[in-house]
């Protein structure tokens, strides 16, 4: 793993730089607040082990707060030598993922440091759109485009839409969007859905030269890509 050490002790540094070296990482050290920021907003590391105490103006919580608000999500790990709970809670709140206080013995550290490498590796980064064929969703501004061209909808024609996206290629029973897209759990005996997927049809398929959303008799919808 790639990892940025910022540790002001020139003891502790060497003695971490040393472990983690010898167990097969990459290490990039800093001494002061203002190296370590400099190095953890402008490179990639896998994991930050992060003092708490740092000379130069900008101390570890400084750091955390400020890579966090860029929403860089690096496993970060504090080292301190308060060990008041007060202090642990504080630098877990400010987006820290673990807490080693000093002194403590490298096996340790070794074993957090690798078990929060496994848990950077394992997490995926959150899913933002959405896309099949010529159409894209984007599920943080709720903005839908096909051909580039951009779609209005309403909210509930927006969550229709996403649930067929998603299950792209599929037969969609009327009890699936019912329980999915509306919330209910019995048939209300209306013809809500139909209505809704007209309207989306209206959108989403007629100024189009190709139609993707596709009724299935006696069985439901299903939403093929354009270029299928």
């Known amino acids: 793993m790639r990892i940025l050490l910022v540790e002001d002790d020139p003891t502790v540094r060497s003695f971490v730089l040393k472990g983690l070296k010898e167990a097969g990482h990459n290490v990039d050290q800093a001494d002061n607040g203002k190296d370590g920021?400099?190095?953890?907003?402008?490179?990639?590391?896998?994991i930050i082990i992060l003092d708490r105490m740092l000379p130069g103006g900008i101390d570890g919580l400084n750091i955390l707060e400020t890579i966090r608000g860029q929403k860089n999500n690096t496993p970060v790990?504090?080292?301190s030598a308060l060990s008041d709970v007060d202090d642990r809670v504080d630098g877990l709140r400010a987006g820290g993922d673990d807490y080693v206080t000093k002194p403590f013995a490298f096996?340790?550290?070794?074993a957090r440091v690798e078990a929060l490498g496994r848990r950077g590796h394992n997490e995926s980064?959150?899913?933002?759109?959405?896309?099949?064929?010529d159409l894209t969703l984007d599920l943080l501004s709720r903005e839908v485009r096909r051909n580039g061209q951009k779609i209005d909808l309403q909210p509930r024609e927006f969550r229709l839409l996403e649930f067929l996206v998603r299950h792209a290629g599929q037969v969609v029973t009327r009890t699936m969007l019912l329980e999915k897209v509306w919330d209910y759990h019995f048939d209300p005996q209306t013809n809500v859905i139909d209505v809704h997927v007209?309207?989306?049809?209206?959108k989403v398929d007629k100024p189009f030269e190709t139609a993707i959303i596709h009724t299935v008799r006696n069985a439901g919808?299903?939403?093929?890509?354009?270029?299928d």
């Open 125 to 133: 980064a959150p899913e933002t759109s959405l896309t099949v064929g």
């Open 107 to 110: 096996s340790e550290l070794l």
């Open 77 to 79: 790990l504090l080292l």
């Open 37 to 46: 920021l400099y190095l953890a907003i402008g490179e990639k590391y896998d």
């Open 198 to 202: 007209s309207r989306l049809r209206q």
């Open 221 to 227: 919808y299903i939403l093929r890509p354009a270029q």
